[in-house]
């Protein structure tokens, strides 16, 4: 029989916490201010806690993944409504969606073998 603190659940949560994380995430906040929000909420949380909730608790992982979304799109706008603004730092601005969402500058990939083409030959049966 297993003893100690009962498993934390999302349902320790204040009523409205889906609405309050959708509208953090939809400011453009990041899954660490939504972190913090639930350390405010419960007073203790761990990254493991996220982790285990992301994975068990489909309601919670489901508002995550639709914050995320959000997030990046407020990024997005951002970034698309000022392509025109001399005064915009888009540098900075790239830099947090290379870090932020994965952003990856393309790369190209040889496609041959010590410098020399790979010769394929089509076999037909």
């Given at each position: 029989m297993k003893t100690g603190a009962p498993k934390k659940t999302p349902g320790q949560l204040p009523a409205d916490w889906r609405e309050a994380?959708?509208?953090?995430?939809?400011?453009g906040g990041?899954?660490?201010?939504?972190?913090?929000?639930?350390?405010?909420?419960?007073g203790r949380f761990s990254n493991d806690l996220w982790d285990r909730?992301?994975?068990?608790?489909?309601?919670?992982?489901?508002t995550i993944k639709?914050?995320?979304?959000?997030?990046?799109?407020?990024?997005?706008?951002?970034?698309?409504?000022?392509?025109?603004?001399k005064e915009f730092n888009a540098t900075l601005w790239y830099m947090n969606m290379k870090n932020r969402?994965?952003?990856?500058?393309?790369?190209?990939i040889d496609h041959t073998s010590g410098?020399?083409?790979i010769n394929i030959k089509l076999v037909r049966g």
């Open positions: 994380v959708l509208e953090l995430y939809h400011q990041s899954d660490k201010e939504v972190k913090a929000l639930i350390l405010i909420w419960m909730w992301l994975k068990e608790e489909e309601d919670f992982s489901e639709r914050g995320r979304i959000l997030s990046e799109a407020w990024w997005e706008l951002k970034g698309r409504s000022n392509l025109n603004n969402f994965g952003w990856a500058d393309s790369q190209k410098g020399e083409k």
